[in-house]
């Protein structure tokens, strides 16, 4: 099957998204060079990041499809971009945590580094214009975010699911899973299918032994060496 890109439908921070010519299925992601931090207030562009993002995500994207978590992947195309499926995006931001590390780490005032007995899965409301607060389970059936409660159990199962998946891979490449993000949506039979992308973006990953940074913190807090480390993530999880 071959696809060919069509028209921009739409721009957000990290992609560009277009529609593929014929078929209405599926939707043409193209990885951007560029940065946002803190709802889009810090802003840079890294020559090359779109493409290692890509990579990343491709590589998690495939190896779940082997473990059995459904995703809207479909197929790369070229260097920076991939078809997916194209799903009704549910406005939840599902974050899994590992060890404890920003937000819920200063809400709590908690020692950033504090390992979990559990996983802890939490919500936030995904709207720019709040700030993407923390929603509650029946704020969130409140909003009709979902179209069934129980869909809030499998988000939250599918979740774990990733969590228990993603931390072994990253284990393997000497990484500790901090925390990440997972956004999912409805595919036109109404499954729940996870979409978006989980690269250095959207988790926490530090080094197992020394516990440097791997990830978006570089850049959010001025690390330094930010593509370097990135590109370290994805030399790890190609070469083991
Ligand atoms: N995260 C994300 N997008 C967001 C908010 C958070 O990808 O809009 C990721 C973030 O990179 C981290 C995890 O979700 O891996 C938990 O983020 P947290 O709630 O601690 O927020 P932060 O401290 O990043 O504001």
């Known amino acids: 099957m071959t696809y060919d890109k069509s028209e921009l439908l739409y721009e957000g921070k990290a992609k560009k998204i277009f529609s593929v010519q014929g078929d209405d299925q599926v939707i ?33 994207f495939f190896f779940f499809s082997d473990q059995g978590i459904p995703s809207h992947w479909v197929k790369d195309q070229g260097e ?17 945590r590992n060890i404890l590390a920003g937000s819920t780490a200063k809400k709590f005032n908690i020692l950033e580094g504090t ?4 996983p802890l899965v939490e919500f936030y409301y995904k709207k720019d214009e709040l700030g993407d607060p923390f929603i509650s389970d029946d704020q969130a059936l409140m909003l009709k975010v979902v179209r069934a409660p129980e869909d809030l159990l499998t988000l939250k199962k599918l ?12 284990h393997q490449a000497q990484i500790d899973l901090v925390d990440f993000k997972l956004e999912f949506g409805y595919d036109r ?33 001025d690390l330094g060496q930010v ?8 030399d790890r999880l190609t070469n083991q």
């Open 28 to 60: 043409w992601q193209e990885f951007k060079d560029s940065f946002t931090a803190f709802n889009g207030e810090k802003k840079a562009t890294m020559a090359g990041k779109g493409v290692i993002n890509q990579k990343i995500a491709s590589l998690i």
């Open 115 to 118: 390992a979990l007995g559990e």
């Open 189 to 221: 039979e109404g499954n729940i299918l996870l979409g978006d992308e989980i690269s250095p973006d959207s988790c926490r990953l530090w080094d197992q032994q020394t516990k440097e940074k791997m990830d978006k913190d570089r850049f959010r807090r």
């Open 159 to 170: 979740a774990l699911q990733v969590n228990q998946v993603l931390k072994k891979l990253f």
């Open 80 to 96: 920076d971009s991939m078809v997916t499926k194209k799903l009704s995006m549910i406005d939840l931001e599902v974050v899994v």
């Open 227 to 234: 593509l370097e480390k990135y590109q370290e993530v994805l």
